[in-house]
Nanobody, 126 residues
């Protein structure tokens, strides 16, 4: 059974930083590109960032480029999202997402994600 468990969310002031983690189990982690997706209050899901299976390439939404960094440690089956210069508009529940089993390459299409974590709340407020 695929399990994705996010952690690291919390309340932070504008301009602050947080590091999210996603512990993965139940599948060959290093076979899959992985992604972060978020959902702000009252809004739909938004793709945030993706990383290839080996970590060699990363992709970001325009809204977070230059502020967020995605990374992974395949030896620990863990995905990370370092978030700097946080803004109020970054307030959301952040989800770790794995593509469906037949999709191993990077995808930004929300419909391609077959497994999600429970999410971790990030609140940016003074």
């Amino acid at each position: 059974e695929v399990q994705l468990v996010e952690s690291g969310g919390g309340l932070v002031q504008p301009g602050g930083s947080l590091r999210l983690s996603c512990a993965a189990s139940g599948f060959p982690f290093d076979d899959y590109a992985m992604s972060w997706v978020r959902q702000a209050p009252g809004k739909g899901l938004e793709w945030v960032s993706s990383i290839t299976w080996a970590g060699g390439r990363t992709y970001y939404a325009d809204s977070v480029t230059g502020r967020f960094t995605i990374s992974r440690d395949n030896s620990k089956n863990t995905l990370y999202l370092q978030m700097n210069s946080l803004r109020s508009e970054d307030t959301a529940v952040y989800y770790c997402a794995k593509p469906s089993d037949t999709i191993t390459v990077v995808t930004t299409n929300l419909g391609d994600f077959g497994s999600w974590g429970q999410g971790t709340q990030v609140t940016v407020s003074s």
